[in-house]
């Protein structure tokens, strides 16, 4: 780029000759927001900008507190998705604490749960001194981010503003340098001797340490704060363009185009499939009111971008032959086209396209105008079971029905229930639960334990997977993408949980899956 300059320095070099070093992130979800507020601003006829988002909007603050958040910036994951119902913010600034609470820093030095037994007025809150209070009050007098770790140490260690700084380094050093450490006895010798107690002391010192493992400034969290807000909005009052922005700006998140699209189905979004004749690169928005999502050529897995903007540019099409010839489209790309269903505009169902494909002439791998078209052919059409198979396949979602739908009677005589069945079930009730495994993480904070999303034709179930389990189990836990799960159920307010106590690969299912309600019995 004409006029850049590049330094490769560490940036401890370039603060000892003293320039400002600026963190600069490129976010994805910057340009899902994007994307959606351009297809809002084409439907109003108006530029819509970010900043004419309403703001505190009870009803997306409603929503965040359901954990109804598949898609939201940074409160997506699991071990967010946990903490909503607990926490239920309110305002924009419980959601920067909700964004800097749930990491290995305030989780590694307990600052979680006192947190959140003060929230919910379980436990008094309560400060030793004014001046701690001054620092520890917006938070409930626990500390949350790196900011008021640095002042604590100033008000009730007595360390100068330098020695502050000192200690957010080492702080952010933690792994590669050994920490806070060698400050221990300094923060706590300072604290008693400013008439603090011992336990006070060692307290704030763990909650210190925990930072080391990834605590957030209160600025940042600010910042990814705003974004949790603007996507949560979004996702509320304008479904179909955050839908579209989020399939856009792919791939990012913790989800799946598929999960993205049934869930946004869940919200009542109604998603058209790929089609030459309507869709560009891209998704879109379509209708009337453009609230109608029209999933872009971009999908269909195998098909180039350069082919899929001739495609757009030169649509709309006579009929294979025309589409073939004037977007310069290959073997190849006609075949991934027709086993999408993208040709159905023009030839058909699935096995109709493959055969009108089948008579487009070749040439050096270059498609020609075909002759007289021959008498169509009457091919059975693919059954639902089939049409299903070939949308994963080529696509990796399906917008018919989910697959588990197909498979519910089966699941049900092994005595298995539905996601959300499972949701209204008593605390310590055993259950079983059957979906595709669509997450599994180990957090390093968790003790190796392992924590799975299933996802059926109702929602998501989440379960978790103790390490015992975990090592008697492995293979089907890691191999299996349609897992059953027996066990128990936890619940804590709105927050469910199926405490795993055996795990059924059920993978094979997905093989067979049936073509109409009659084979299910």
């Known amino acids: 780029m004409e006029g ?10 370039i603060d000892a000759l003293g320039l400002m070093k600026v963190d600069v992130l490129a976010l994805g979800m910057l340009s899902a927001i994007r994307r959606a507020l351009d297809g809002i601003s084409q439907r109003i006829g108006r530029r819509f900008r970010m900043q004419d988002i309403p703001r505190e909007d009870r009803v997306v603050y409603d929503m965040i507190g359901r954990a109804d ?5 940074q409160i997506e994951s699991r071990a967010q998705m946990a903490m909503l119902p607990r926490l239920k913010p309110k305002c924009f600034y419980d959601l920067v604490i909700e964004v800097a609470i749930v990491r290995p820093g305030p989780i590694q030095g307990d600052m979680v749960h006192p947190y ?6 379980i436990e008094p809150v309560t400060y030793p001194s004014e001046a701690v209070k001054s620092v520890l009050q917006r938070t409930l007098g626990v500390p949350i981010f790196q900011e008021q770790v640095m002042q604590l140490a100033i008000v009730a260690a007595g360390f100068t503003p330098g020695e502050a700084d000192h200690l957010r380094r080492s702080m952010a050093a933690w792994k590669r340098k050994g920490g806070v450490g060698h400050l221990r006895e300094r923060l706590i010798d300072g604290m008693l001797g400013r008439g603090y107690t011992r336990e006070f002391a060692e307290a704030i010192y763990r909650q210190i340490e925990g930072f080391g493992e990834y605590g957030f400034p209160e600025s940042h969290a600010a910042s990814f704060a705003l974004l949790v807000y603007v996507s949560a909005w979004l996702k509320r009052h304008e479904p179909a363009a955050f839908l579209a922005g989020l399939l856009n700006a792919q791939p990012m998140g913790f989800y799946a185009p598929s999960q ?38 971009h999908l269909i897995h195998g098909l180039g971008a350069e082919s899929g903007e001739r495609i757009a540019a030169a649509r709309p099409f006579r009929n294979v032959a025309d589409l073939a010839g004037r977007a310069s489209l290959t073997r190849d790309d006609l075949d991934v086209l027709a086993a999408a269903g993208a040709l159905s505009a023009l030839a058909g169902h699935r096995r109709e396209a493959a055969w009108a494909v089948a008579a487009v002439p070749v040439q050096r791998d270059l498609l020609f105008e075909a002759p007289a078209a021959e008498s169509p052919t009457i091919l059975q059409a693919p059954r639902e079971g089939d049409d299903l198979v070939a949308d994963y396949a ?3 979602l399906t917008l018919g029905r989910h697959p ?19 949701r209204g079930m008593s605390h310590n009730c055993p259950a079983r639960c059957a979906g595709i495994v669509t997450g599994r993480q180990r957090p390093g904070t ?6 799975l999303t299933l996802e059926d034709e109702t929602g998501l179930a989440n379960v978790i997977v103790h390490p015992r389990l975990v090592e008697r189990q492995r293979r089907e836990l890691l191999g299996s993408r349609l897992l059953g799960v027996l066990g128990v159920l936890q619940r804590e307010g709105d927050v469910v949980h199926l405490i795993a106590k055996r795990l059924v690969d059920h993978t094979a299912l997905l093989g067979h899956l049936p073509t109409s309600s009659r084979d299910f019995h």
Do not use: N
């Open 4 to 13: 850049r300059s590049i330094i490769q320095w560490d940036k401890d070099d």
């Open 69 to 73: 958040t598949v898609g939201v910036f």
């Open 116 to 121: 959140l037994r003060r929230r919910q007025k």
């Open 260 to 297: 993205l699209v049934q869930d946004a189905r869940r919200h009542g979004v109604e998603v058209l499939p790929p089609d030459v004749q309507r869709s560009g690169w891209e998704t879109v928005l379509e209708g009337e009111d453009a609230s109608i999502v029209r999933l872009g050529l």
């Open 394 to 396: 080529t696509l990796r």
């Open 404 to 422: 588990l739908a197909l498979l519910r009677a089966q699941l049900e005589r092994r005595r298995y229930v539905s996601a959300l069945a499972l």
């Open 446 to 451: 968790a003790s190796g334990v392992i924590f």
